[in-house]
T-cell receptor
Framework: ELKVEQNPLFLSMQEGKNYTIYCNYSTTSDRLYWYRQDPGKSLESLFV?????AVKQEGRLMASLDTKARLSTLHITAAVHDLSATYFCAVDRAQKLVFGQGTRLTINP | DAGVTQSPTHLIKTRGQQVTLRCSPK?????VSWYQQALGQGPQFIFQ???????QRGNFPDRFSGHQFPNYSSELNVNALLLGDSALYLC?????????????FGQGTRLTVV
């Protein structure tokens, strides 16, 4: 059974700092997704990582995928308050997404 | 181009009742998946429909059933509602081809069972 684990589950950080969220998964998969969710809202797609070594960047967020280590990272650079949200990674398994528990990120002024 | 639309956005039901949630996929998409997201947790896969048939199913009881129509829209039905069925229900649409599997999510239906 595919399991997806994120850490940390809760992260409180100051504006301007850098930090990384980690996503480990238990079985081989070639596609990994990162989503953002604001309270009471649906999922907003951030990145789709399709192959080993893939790196994608959008603004202050950068995601990478290492399929051999079964690890993806979401790196936040010079955090701003607007990035406060819950972030989920999800691994594609035959078009079924298996989600991590989510990382609740709070960025304080 | 309309994205994935779900209805209703909010719903309150009583224990034991039945509920139907609806989803229209993104234009051009042929596959619909349903997820349940309890408060504070990640979404859990319920089932997936393609060509009007259930193709995959997660670990949910038979009280959860669905349907896909010829226009690719889908319904999720839950019978004999329990308090634990209170959650955000998300619909995702995608295209069946293996090289284009990104799922797009609707805004969700917030179901409260009292």
């Amino acid at each position: 059974e595919l399991k997806v684990e994120q850490n940390p589950l809760f992260l409180s950080m100051q504006e301007g700092k850098n930090y990384t969220i980690y996503c480990n998964y238990s079985t081989t998969s070639d596609r990994l997704y990162w989503y953002r969710q604001d309270p009471g809202k649906s999922l907003e797609s951030l990145f789709v990582l399709l192959s080993n070594g893939a790196v994608k960047q959008e603004g202050r967020l950068m995601a990478s995928l290492d399929t051999k280590a079964r690890l993806s990272t979401l790196h936040i650079t010079a955090a701003v308050h607007d990035l406060s949200a819950t972030y989920f990674c999800a691994v594609d398994r035959a078009q079924k997404l298996v989600f991590g528990q989510g990382t609740r990120l709070t960025i304080n002024p | 181009d309309a994205g994935v639309t779900q209805s209703p956005t909010h719903l309150i039901k009583t224990r034991g009742q039945q509920v139907t949630l609806r989803c229209s996929p993104k234009s051009g998409h042929d596959t619909v998946s349903w997820y349940q997201q309890a408060l504070g947790q990640g979404p859990q896969f319920i089932f997936q429909y393609y060509e009007e048939e259930e193709r995959q199913r997660g670990n949910f009881p038979d009280r959860f059933s669905g349907h896909q129509f010829p226009n690719y829209s889908s319904e999720l039905n839950v019978n004999a509602l329990l308090l634990g069925d209170s959650a955000l229900y998300l619909c995702a649409s995608s295209l069946r081809r293996e090289w284009d599997t990104e799922a797009f999510f609707g805004q969700g239906t917030r179901l409260t069972v009292v």
